[in-house]
């Protein structure tokens, strides 16, 4: 008798530990989804995030709303993101550049972002491409070196903040060519991108999203891209390595993060879901017109990434001597 009360009780036991986590995994989501981006609307993480989040809305019947937080190197939006409950309803969309990146530069950073947060998912990847506007005298780097060289520090760059990847990759290329170019920093690539337009400065070093159709009207030049081969979008522009400049070694991969205490099982429904989305024919037909490509890791995986990352970024910063105040 006192055999079979303990193992009712053994039983009910096991039962009680594990409906804790099933139950988290089959009530997600229970309201809707707040996707937090660090940039200004119009970015690649704001088009990413309509696009996965349609997706998920569909598959969940919860809407997923995206709250763009721009400004402070990211630090507003993780901000906003720390102090959110860690149930799954509050996620945040990086660019994994510009994330790991500011912390490396910023004195008294305040947060880790490797340990700060639960990696969820990558979604997508994307190489960077020079862009000059199109009063620039050059047409391939080798020109744009030249001129540079006779005309120092007079050649000034825009960036979607201090510390992000147009910032890092501009440092690394004057670095790598011998050059020095002026830094001026805007609260995300979308104003950015408009400055270069409008000719308030000579280049800049951004993704493929927001500069296709301009590159299409002549209104910038695109003279190198990063990566080992040519994108399919701009078959005619040369890689870096073709350039000469094999160091360029930059991407860019846009992820989703969660509050550290987010419960594992629905960090795993989360990037199921969003793997399942981002693998349907019609949002890979999207990323690749956006020059994306899709991306996909398990969170395991996409923790992997952030630290080898962080350390090839930390080793780039060393080399190059780029400094938050350049």
Known sequence: MKRSIAMRILGATLLTSLAGPLWAQSSYPSKPIRFISPYAAGGATSVLGRLVGQRLTEAWGQQVLIDNRPGGSGIIAAETLLKSAPDGHTIML???????????????FPFDAVNAFAPVSTMSSSEVA??????????NVREFV????????????????????????AELFAHLSGI???????????????????????????????????????????????GESRAPTLPTVPTFKEAGLPGM???????????????????????????????????????????????????????????????KYAKIIKDANISIER
Do not use: C
């Open 249 to 311: 070694d930059v991407k860019l991969w846009y992820g989703v993060l969660a509050p550290a205490a987010t419960p594992k099982e629905i960090v795993n429904k989360l990037a199921a879901e969003i793997a399942r989305a981002v693998a349907l024919p019609e949002v890979k037909e999207k990323l690749d017109g956006l020059g994306m490509d899709p991306f996909i890791t398990t969170p395991e995986q996409f923790g992997a990434i952030m630290r080898a990352d962080t350390a």
């Open 94 to 108: 990086i660019s994994g550049s510009a994330y790991l990146v500011a912390p490396l530069l910023i004195p008294n």
């Open 130 to 139: 020079m862009l000059l506007h199109r009063s620039v005298p050059a047409n």
């Open 180 to 226: 020095k170019m002026q830094a001026v920093a805007y609260k995300g690539a979308n104003p950015a991108v408009t400055e270069l337009l409008g000719g308030q400065v000579h280049l800049s070093f951004q993704n493929l999203l927001l500069v296709l159709p301009h590159l299409k009207t002549g209104r910038l030049k695109a003279i190198a891209i990063t």
């Open 146 to 169: 030249n001129l540079a060289k006779a005309r120092p520090g007079q050649l000034n760059y825009s960036t979607a903040g201090a510390g992000g990847m147009a910032h890092l990759a």
